[in-house]
């Protein structure tokens, strides 16, 4: 696959909700497009901080945290395009999109492809475009969404979707987990190095105050234990944590995310 980047005058900014989702704004000087915003009221102060005007939501799946500001931007905003899963589940969504699928956003000239990615929630989807991907709740910086409605199985192949995308794909997460994944990876990795830098500058990054994200695909295939589950360094721990080794590399990966659920 070849990068075309994000256009120039395009910025891409967390605005923080609730206690740790990042709403993501992709804006240039006078239009916004939102991605997942479970609260109104901090994307109209920034929208009106910045004096954008919206032009499109992108909803990746259908938890309230999520979509929890979408009937409010909507009765601000009349006409503006919601973009999201299939399935009719979810209120204002007014455009539904399914693998393949192609989103065009003309005023910010992006485009992006739909990626299914089932295991957190059924309907879940990603948006991928320009170097960037948009993961909701399937991805985390160096951990992975909880599995509420699907399998292992389905999230593990999910998870390898978006590692086939480049590894300089920049990778917009939506919620600031990133401090107590990296506690559960080291647990499960305790001598890889990478992690531990990883830790000190994400700790670094936190007692600044600054998001731990976006982070890359690059950097997610070298700390987080979801996405290296198949390798044998995680396997032994899987195998002493448990006390017996997995079986295949759904099963690994099905133990690490019950390790995490208990963790
Ligand atoms: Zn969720
Ligand atoms: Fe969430």
Same mark, same amino acid.
């Given at each position: 696959m070849t990068q075309d980047f994000m256009p120039e005058e395009v910025s891409v900014f967390p605005i923080p909700a609730f206690t740790d989702n990042y709403i993501w704004c992709l804006h240039n000087a006078s239009h916004a497009v939102v991605v997942?915003?479970? $609260?109104a009221q901090p994307v109209m102060a920034f929208l009106k901080q910045h004096s954008l005007s919206l032009a499109a939501i992108l909803i990746t799946h259908h938890h309230h945290d999520h979509t929890g500001g979408i009937a409010r931007l909507v009765s601000a905003n009349p006409n503006v395009p919601v973009i999201g899963p299939r399935?009719?589940?979810?209120?204002?969504?007014t455009k539904s999109v399914s693998q393949g699928d192609t989103v065009h956003l003309p005023v910010l000239s992006l485009t992006f492809s739909v990626i299914e990615t089932p295991?957190? !929630? &059924? $309907?879940h989807i990603a948006f991928y475009g320009h170097g960037a991907l948009f993961c909701g709740d399937t991805l985390f910086s160096a951990g992975c969404g909880r599995l509420f409605e699907g399998s292992p199985e389905q999230m593990l192949h999910s998870l390898n979707k978006f590692k086939? &995308?480049?590894? $300089?794909t920049i990778v917009y997460c939506t919620h600031e987990y990133t401090q107590a994944n990296v506690a559960f990876a080291k647990a499960v990795e305790p001598d890889n190095a990478e992690l531990q830098a990883y830790s000190d500058w994400a700790d670094a990054q936190r007692n600044n $105050?600054?998001? !731990? &994200?976006?982070?890359d695909i690059k950097t997610q295939k070298a700390i987080n234990p979801f996405l290296r589950s198949h390798l044998s360094g995680i396997q032994e721990s899987l195998a002493s944590h448990w006390g017996k080794s997995p079986v295949n590399d759904v099963d690994a990966f099905a133990g690490v995310r019950r390790w995490k659920d208990e963790f």
């Open positions: 997942d915003p479970g $609260d399935g009719n589940h979810i209120r204002g969504i295991g957190h !929630t &059924l $309907d086939r &995308l480049p590894d $300089d $105050d600054n998001p !731990t &994200l976006p982070t």
